[in-house]
């Protein structure tokens, strides 16, 4: 698998939306003070049901369309994360299942932000 290349990119953003408004009426906050801070207007929140499993198949589903592949194309899922819906198995897991992979391996590669560029890395090995 060296020479890993990325043929295809995909995203899931949850549905809710939750503004600087929304939260100040949670918390002592403002919108005023988020956007000097951040930048932030607005933010996806998840709902109840959406878990990282869902979230990155509906990601994975896209990325593979836009690729031009199939499922079955796969031959190793490198899940780069900062967080698994439970400690095992890891979300490549997971993925891996809801992709009806069962013979394909998966792993996680959890560096928070950094862990793409190292999902990539170990993608090249």
Known sequence: MKNSKIVGVGHYLPERIVT???LEKMMDTSDEWIRERTGIRERHWITEGDTIASMSHQAALKALE??????GDIEFIVFATMMSDQIFPGGGCFLQQKLGLPGVPAMDVRNACSGFLYALATADK
């Open 66 to 71: 836009r690729a031009g592949m199939e499922a």
């Open 20 to 22: 600087n408004q929304d």
